[in-house]
């Protein structure tokens, strides 16, 4: 199937690793020219290397902390200014840290607030003047926009509030042919994932190692997914191949989450 991405011009936040790399790299795989950022400037700069090396894509790669107030605004103009415009989005901030209601503080709650949900509301404002017709915005999301997630406290309250933010602006685009969806990891082998088993084998007194058994008994493919699995799930909402779903909720989960709407 052609996906028809070739020299289209996509920025990717948060890609120095973990799924924006994945998915940042699954576009370079496409044809994709790139935009893509971190915080931490020797991580990007091997990123956009790594990538460059394995596919001969065209890679802008710049220091952006999309939890700072004007950062991502700066850096999708630069981007889209170097580019031409742009014609894919994806909205990544990683996510908070773990922990319980109460055991989160108040200058977590804004600084989770911040990268989470104010990240998604500033990469929709500042892409919107550089995106036409046949345009594609991805947020990634979470579990938590299903079910509570009651040791990710902090993502359970603002990951829906970014779902409903790609509902909203699927209805408000589609008329300009914007397209506009969000896909939820399930339980995706990344550095963060392993970070999340370790504090949950903290909490419950056991090992990582037992923590990753037990949650595979509950996902019905029986594993966890790997982070191309995800990728490929994403370029396909980004591509001509998804051109009437907009509005839409995906999850790349092996079955894990089980709502019935």
Same mark, same amino acid.
Not at 58 to 81: H, M
Not at 119 to 126: N, Q, T, Y
Not at 186 to 208: H, K, N
């Given at each position: 199937?052609?996906?028809?991405?070739?020299?289209?011009?996509?920025?990717?936040?948060?890609?120095?690793?973990?799924?924006?790399?994945?998915?940042?790299?699954?576009?370079? =795989? #496409?044809? @994709?020219?790139? %935009?893509?950022?971190?915080?931490?400037?020797?991580? +990007?700069?091997? &990123? *956009? /290397?790594?990538?460059?090396?394995?596919?001969?894509?065209?890679?802008? =790669? #710049?220091? @952006?902390?999309? %939890?700072?107030?004007?950062?991502?605004?700066?850096? +999708?103009?630069? &981007? *889209? /200014?170097?580019?031409?415009?742009?014609?894919?989005?994806?909205?990544? =901030?990683?996510?908070?840290?773990?922990?319980?209601?109460?055991?989160?503080?108040?200058?977590?709650?804004? &600084? *989770?607030?911040?990268?989470?949900?104010?990240?998604?509301?500033?990469?929709?404002?500042?892409?919107?003047?550089?995106?036409?017709?046949?345009?594609?915005?991805?947020?990634?999301?979470? &579990?938590?926009?299903?079910?509570?997630?009651?040791?990710?406290?902090?993502?359970?309250?603002?990951?829906?509030?970014?779902?409903?933010?790609?509902?909203?602006?699927?209805?408000?685009?589609?008329?300009?042919?914007?397209?506009?969806?969000?896909?939820?990891?399930?339980?995706?082998?990344?550095?963060?994932?392993?970070?999340?088993?370790?504090?949950?084998?903290?909490?419950?007194?056991?090992?990582?190692?037992?923590?990753?058994?037990?949650?595979?008994?509950?996902?019905?493919?029986?594993?966890?997914?790997?982070?191309?699995?995800?990728?490929?799930?994403?370029?396909?909402?980004?591509?001509?191949?998804?051109?009437?779903?907009?509005?839409?909720?995906?999850?790349?989960?092996?079955?894990?989450?089980?709502?019935?709407?």
């Amino acid at each position: 199937m052609d996906l028809n991405l070739n020299s289209k011009r996509a920025v990717v936040a948060t890609a120095s690793g973990g799924l924006g790399f994945a998915i940042a790299s699954a576009l370079a =795989a #496409e044809g @994709c020219r790139l %935009a893509i950022c971190s915080s931490d400037r020797d991580r +990007i700069e091997a &990123a *956009a /290397g790594r990538i460059r090396s394995e596919s001969g894509a065209d890679v802008l =790669a #710049e220091v @952006c902390d999309v %939890a700072e107030p004007g950062a991502i605004t700066k850096w +999708i103009d630069g &981007a *889209a /200014g170097a580019m031409g415009g742009i014609d894919l989005l994806v909205a990544n =901030a990683g996510g908070p840290p773990p922990g319980r209601f109460g055991d989160v503080g108040p200058d977590a709650w804004d &600084a *989770a607030y911040r990268l989470t949900l104010r990240s998604g509301l500033e990469s929709a404002s500042a892409t919107r003047p550089h995106m036409g017709d046949g345009g594609a915005v991805l947020f990634m999301t979470s &579990a938590s926009t299903r079910q509570p997630v009651g040791v990710l406290a902090m993502s359970t309250v603002f990951r829906p509030g970014v779902a409903a933010l790609a509902k909203l602006l699927a209805d408000e685009w589609a008329s300009d042919g914007i397209r506009v969806n969000h896909l939820i990891p399930g339980r995706i082998a990344t550095s963060r994932l392993m970070s999340l088993d370790e504090d949950a084998a903290r909490r419950a007194d056991t090992t990582p190692e037992a923590i990753r058994a037990g949650v595979e008994q509950s996902i019905p493919m029986g594993r966890y997914g790997e982070p191309s699995e995800y990728a490929a799930a994403a370029v396909f909402l980004l591509s001509a191949a998804a051109s009437y779903i907009t509005g839409a909720t995906l999850q790349a989960d092996g079955g894990l989450l089980r709502p019935i709407v």
